[in-house]
C-alpha cells in the first residue's frame, strides 16, 4: 500500500496548527462532498482520503505518532509509550510484541525520529517587527555542547513556532534527530498595543487642533513618525486608520498590517487672564 502522505493530501505544512488543520479540511471537505459532486467516484474517494487525514491530524495522540513513525504508525498506535526507556530496552519490548526472541534480535529493525522539543523565547516588539536573532546552546550527537545563532524573522507573533530542523532529541536506532522549535512570547509595549497584524496607539492632541483642525505627530515602528491631519471640530476618542503602518505579515514581510490611532484631546492645565476671558467669550457664545 503506497503511504499517505495526511499532510500533502490537505495540503498543509507539517508544522500547522490545529486552526490551520480544520480549515483547510473544511475548505477541501465542501469541495469534495457526494453532495456537491453526485456520482463522481474520483470525488468521493477524495472526499474518502481528506476525512482520514483529518482523523488522524486532529487528534494530539495518533498526529504523535504519525509524525514519529511515518507510514508505520498504525502498526504502533496500540504501543505505549517508551520514552523512558533506552535503545536496547526498547528493542527487547518490540521483540515481546512483534515476535522473535532474545536470538533474534540480529533480525530486528526498528529506527525512528527523535521527540521534538520546544523553547520558549521572549523578545520585544521592536524585535518582531525588525527580525532578530538569539544564541542557543545545544548538546551535539556526542555529548558536546556547542552554540548556534537562530535568526527569527519579522512579523513573528506570541504563539508562532522558528523550526530549527535536526537540534532535537536523538533518534532511536540511528534514526534522524527530532527537531527544536522556539515559540515565540512578544512582551507587552508601553505605547503600541498589537491585534494580530495591526497596532494600536493613543496620542494625545491639544485642544485648539482638535476645534479647528491641524496636524498631529504620531510615533510609528521603526523610528519613524507619520503626520496625521487632523479634521477640524474632531472629537476626543476619534480613532483614524494609517494603512501599512503596522506590523510585518509574518509570511510576507513586505507587506504590512495597519496602525489605528486614538486621538485625545489634551486640556490646557492653566490659563492665563487673557485665555480665560477669551474661553469665557466662546462659552457665552455656545449658550
Known sequence: ?????YYEILGVDRNATDAEIKKAYRKLARQYHPDINPGNKAAEARF???????EVLSDKEKRAKYDRFGRDWQR????????????????????TLFGGGRGARSNVTYRA???DIEQSVDITLEEAFNGTQRTLQV????????????????????GSRVRIAGEGAPGIGGGSRGDLYLVINVL?????ERRGDDLYVHIPVDLYTMLLGGEAKVPAMGGRTVTLKVPAGTQNGKVIRVSGQGMP????????GDMYVTLEVSLPTSLSPRERELVEQLRALAR
Open 1 to 5: 500500500m503506497a503511504f499517505k502522505d
Open 48 to 54: 474518502k482520503e481528506i476525512n482520514e487525514a483529518y
Open 76 to 95: 504502533y498506535q496500540d504501543m505505549p509509550d517508551f520514552g523512558g526507556f533506552g535503545a536496547g530496552d526498547f528493542a527487547d519490548i518490540f521483540e
Open 113 to 115: 525520529k527523535g521527540q
Open 139 to 158: 548538546q551535539s550527537p556526542n555529548g558536546s555542547v556547542r552554540s548556534i545563532t537562530v535568526r527569527i524573522p519579522p512579523g513573528v507573533d506570541s
Open 188 to 192: 507587552p509595549h508601553s505605547r503600541f
Open 249 to 256: 505579515r509574518l509570511r510576507d514581510a513586505q507587506t504590512r
